[in-house]
């Protein structure tokens, strides 16, 4: 089957998965479709069950490729097997307990090592990830987003727009659209405003930022340079590595800090 059919059947599992992407994971070994005489690919059967198995360890397991690649390596020698249908319904049934139990403790609240009999717990102001995927931190050119369409999304108005780009905190492309994540660092900060801060005070978070992603680029950058095939491709996929462990450890320090602070 061709590439775009390959889309067809894993975009209802995979919306976010793409033509690139897939490229790029055959380009790091992970998959390897056939070629026709022409040079086109030919996927099989079990190509897309390997990029299903690939797909579902990144999203739900968070594994870097690395890893991925040396699981599969293992299924290759027969030490161990793909099963990615017995995957998928582990991860759909743990999906829907999640649920279930997020229904549960919201009914339900419970103390922090305690349990629901004990003293109620504080109110939750937010949902953060513990980890930070690699694949989180994978940029879609795809995605090109109207102004008017940012301030729908995002719910905020132009006053607050102008103000997150004065601070550079946002920064439309040349044709004045923007990205999927405009609207995810409009939202966090319309939600930071709530607590006083205003768009001049997140300045501090941006230069933070900047400084953590001028040291990832430092480490990837001979990667990058280097004559091999797919060298760039091994160089962004080390970025977004490194940039995950980065905002992980970056989320622990953060959480220690205030802790500390507060007398904890």
Known sequence: MSIGSV????????????ISKIRFLEAEGLIRPERTPSGYRRFSI??????????TAQRDQYLPLKVIKEQLEAIDSGAATLGVR?????????????????????EHPTAPGGNRNGATAPRRLGVVPSEISPDDLRFDHEIRITRVDLLAQAE????FLNDLIRANLITP??????????VTLAKTAKAMAEFGLEARHLRAFKLAADR??????QIAAPIAKSRDAGA??????????LAALSLT???CLVKSSVRTSLGG
Do not use: K, W, Y
């Not at 079990?46 to 198995?53: K, N, S, V």
């Not at 319904?89 to 279930?100: D, M, V």
């Open 156 to 159: 905020i108005d132009e006053a």
């Open 173 to 182: 492309g040349a044709a004045g659209f923007f990205d999927g994540d405009s």
């Open 7 to 18: 889309l067809d059947l894993l975009r209802p599992d995979f919306p976010d998965v793409t």
């Open 212 to 217: 953590e992603a001028a040291l990832v680029a």
């Open 86 to 106: 017995e995957a998928r319904a582990r991860a759909h049934s743990g999906r829907t307990g999640a649920s279930e139990s997020a229904v549960a403790d919201s």
């Open 46 to 55: 079990a190509d897309c069950e390997r990029l299903r198995f690939v797909l």
């Open 249 to 251: 450890l970056h989320a």
């Open 232 to 241: 760039r491709a091994r160089a962004e996929e080390t970025v977004r590595e």
